[in-house]
């Protein structure tokens, strides 16, 4: 079983940069993509932005130029820049990894991490 932790959500004004960790155990399981979803008060839960395990990305159309993923497969880790956050990206943001076993598709999230754009 996977267990994602994430790391890095805080309070900033808009125009302002963070940056949201996520940690993926154990540390030598192959999880085939992680990606992040967030999700506002009273909306749904949204992509983020995704990176499979050969480095490829896709990001949702609000993020695209201003977030950026990448991933350390040997430490099994993610991380996402976010730049030029603006109100809207207030938000939990999670963690998902995603993979495959046996033909079976399976799924774990993080708890949550809070972000909030606010001056």
């Known amino acids: 079983q996977v267990q994602l932790m994430e790391s890095g959500g805080g309070s900033v004004q808009p125009g302002g940069s963070l940056r949201l960790s996520c940690v993926a155990s154990p540390r030598d399981f192959p999880v085939y993509r992680m990606g992040w979803y967030r999700q506002a008060p009273d909306k749904q839960r949204e992509l983020v932005a995704t990176i499979n395990y050969d480095g490829s990305t896709n990001y949702g159309d609000s993020v695209k130029g201003r977030f950026i993923i990448s991933r350390d497969n040997a430490k099994n880790t993610m991380t996402l820049q976010m730049n030029s956050l603006e109100a809207e990206d207030t938000a939990v943001y999670y963690c998902?990894?995603?993979?495959?076993?046996?033909?079976?598709?399976?799924?774990?999230w993080g708890q949550g991490t809070q972000v909030i754009v606010s001056s």
């Open positions: 998902n990894g995603h993979w495959v076993s046996a033909n079976r598709p399976y799924d774990a």
